[in-house]
């Protein structure tokens, strides 16, 4: 189950005990388990859905600093080890097991343009970096602290700072 591997994730930890533990000493498993909550919610519909979707948002919101987009579709495992400031539009893709810090924003690169980043499994996204447009980024990348990426990121690639050069692996 996809909660199942968010507890692991975020609190490594395992079982209703460890969940509850994991909700109240980790704020990243918390916001990810109101994500999976809210999407529930924006996806079943109805009045007890949208409810359920409203309610799990403006906790993310007021209490995380974070805004996440119910339409966002997010893999299993996803760490947010600080959930600060983290900004998901839109048909956002994100893998499994992917990681994301503090004041990381994966929106449209303008206002005209609705795309969204595409991001694969075990992708890194380290603070303060701004992923924008329809860009793709591989498996097993890394995103740079205050890379803003405006291009595609192979696979095992590296975004680097402050222009997000992109280099090949190795």
């Given at each position: 189950?996809?909660?199942?591997?968010?507890?692991?994730?975020?609190?490594?930890?395992?079982?209703?005990?460890?969940?509850?533990?994991?909700?109240?000493?980790?704020?990243?498993?918390?916001?990810v388990t109101l994500y999976?909550?809210?999407?529930?919610?924006?996806?079943?519909?109805?009045?007890?859905?949208?409810?359920?979707?409203?309610?799990?948002?403006?906790?993310?919101?007021?209490?995380?600093?974070?805004?996440?987009?119910?339409?966002?579709?997010?893999?299993?495992?996803?760490?947010?080890?600080?959930?600060?400031?983290?900004?998901?539009?839109?048909?956002?893709?994100?893998?499994?097991?992917?990681?994301?810090?503090?004041?990381?924003?994966?929106?449209?690169?303008?206002?005209?343009?609705a795309r969204y980043p595409?991001?694969?499994?075990?992708?890194?996204?380290?603070?303060?970096?701004?992923?924008?447009?329809g860009v793709a980024i591989?498996?097993?990348?890394?995103?740079?602290?205050?890379?803003?990426?405006?291009?595609?990121?192979?696979?095992?690639?590296?975004?680097?700072?402050?222009?997000?050069?992109?280099?090949?692996?190795?």
């Open positions: 189950m996809t909660w199942r591997h968010d507890l692991l994730a975020n609190a490594n930890r395992r079982g209703a005990k460890g969940a509850l533990v994991g909700w109240f000493l980790n704020p990243g498993f918390a916001v999976r909550a809210m999407r529930w919610g924006h996806r079943r519909g109805g009045i007890v859905g949208r409810l359920v979707a409203i309610v799990a948002w403006r906790r993310i919101v007021k209490g995380y600093g974070c805004y996440i987009d119910p339409t966002a579709a997010i893999g299993p495992g996803l760490r947010l080890p600080h959930p600060i400031g983290i900004v998901i539009g839109a048909d956002t893709v994100i893998g499994a097991d992917v990681t994301v810090y503090q004041h990381v924003t994966f929106g449209r690169r303008n206002a005209d343009e595409v991001v694969g499994d075990r992708v890194t996204v380290y603070a303060g970096a701004t992923i924008v447009g591989g498996d097993e990348a890394t995103v740079a602290a205050g890379a803003l990426v405006r291009h595609d990121v192979p696979a095992r690639g590296v975004a680097l700072s402050p222009l997000a050069e992109v280099r090949a692996p190795r």
